[in-house]
Structures are given as structure tokens and as C-alpha cells.
């Protein structure tokens, strides 16, 4: 079955709405998803960037806070502005990095809930923890997996396979022939793509 890359940052705030459509999207294209956890924060930092692009420019932050809001009233997804904006990802995603592959959708679809829909703080442990237990995982040991040094180094190979990608930003899909499709608003065309409807 043809594959289509999902590049996600938990911080990410259209990676949100992204992750809770993309699986059922691609089921209907008779399409495998590869999620692809990773951390936007080098990839801003070769920018120049220290701080998400929206809040360095506010304009930008504004229109897409309402255009999340829209985005999730549309779909039926619960909305609520996580504080402080961007959260810190880390932990949560070396989590993901940890995970055997196959439980690493539920696991990020349930960070991206309790963030942007309960206002949960995904940097604590105890966020993850929640989560992790209601899996049936053993969050204790997944969290100490996820701070030992080959998680750090698959995530650091991970940061540098998205660079040599041209990933900039997310999410961004990236087809087996590196077309990338950057953002929310194109999701389905990403999927068709990779598919052959173009």
C-alpha cells in the first residue's frame, strides 16, 4: 500500500486538527500514514526564529487563532487556546519517538486533545502519565525511555531527515517522491497526490 509521511509538532497548532482527520483521509484513499514526530524549534532557530512566527508577528497570531476556531467548529472538534502558547513539546514528543509505531497515532491524537481541547500543559509528566495509563502503557517506563540517550538521537536523526526534506514547518505531508504539502489546508491535496489523483 502506498505511504504518505506526516510531519507533526505538538506545539503545532494546525498539526491539531490535522491529527484528528488525517487517518480516517487516508483510509478512504486506501492510504498508510507514517507519523513523524519532530521538533519545529531547530527548524525555526535556523530562521532566526526564537519564538513561534505567531507571536513574533501578532497579526498573524490573531487571524489564525480565529481560523483555528473556525477550522474546529467545522470539523466538531472541541477548541481551547492552550496557555502559555507554544507549549513545550519535548517530553511529549520524544514520547511519541519512544512508542512502538503502531500506538503513536492514539498517543499523539490524545496530546493534541488534552492541549488544544482541554487546555492541558503537555510538558508536565503527569499530562503524558494520564494518557500513557489510560493506553494500558507502562507511562513510567515509556517516560524513561523517552530521556534516554538513543530516543534523544532518533529525535535529533528525525530534526535532520526533515531538514534534508525541505520541511519547514507543520504539518507537512511528504509524499514517496518528496512532494510536500504544507499545512491543514492541504491535507487532502497531499493525500490525492500521493495517490495518484492529481
Known amino acids: 500500500m502506498t505511504s504518505v509521511d506526516f510531519w507533526y509538532d505538538f506545539a503545532s497548532t494546525y498539526s491539531y486538527p490535522a491529527a484528528m482527520r488525517i487517518e480516517a483521509l487516508a483510509q478512504e484513499r486506501e492510504l498508510d500514514v507514517v507519523w513523524r514526530p519532530f521538533l519545529l524549534g531547530p527548524i525555526f532557530a535556523d530562521l532566526g526564529w526564537r519564538n513561534s512566527p505567531f507571536n513574533i508577528f501578532p497579526v498573524k497570531g490573531r487571524y489564525m ?67 500513557l495509563t489510560r493506553m494500558d502503557l507502562h507511562a513510567s517506563a515509556v517516560l524513561e525511555e523517552a530521556a534516554t540517550a538513543p530516543v534523544k538521537s532518533r529525535l535529533k536523526s528525525e530534526v535532520d531527515a526533515a531538514r534534508r526534506l525541505g520541511v519547514f514547518g507543520a504539518p507537512m505531508l511528504v509524499t514517496d517522491e518528496g512532494e510536500l504539502f504544507w499545512g491543514h489546508d492541504k491535507l487532502e491535496e497531499g493525500l490525492d497526490w500521493a495517490v495518484g489523483r492529481r
Request: positive net charge.
Open 65 to 131: 487563532w480565529r481560523d483555528l476556531e473556525r477550522i474546529c467548529a467545522r470539523y466538531g472538534l472541541a477548541f481551547q487556546p492552550p496557555d502559555p502558547f507554544p507549549q513545550n513539546s519535548l517530553l511529549a514528543v520524544r514520547a511519541a519517538v519512544a512508542l512502538d509505531p503502531a500506538r503513536r497515532p492514539e498517543f499523539s491524537r490524545a496530546v493534541f486533545h488534552a492541549e488544544f481541547a482541554l487546555g492541558r500543559p503537555i510538558a508536565e509528566r503527569a499530562t503524558l502519565a494520564e494518557i
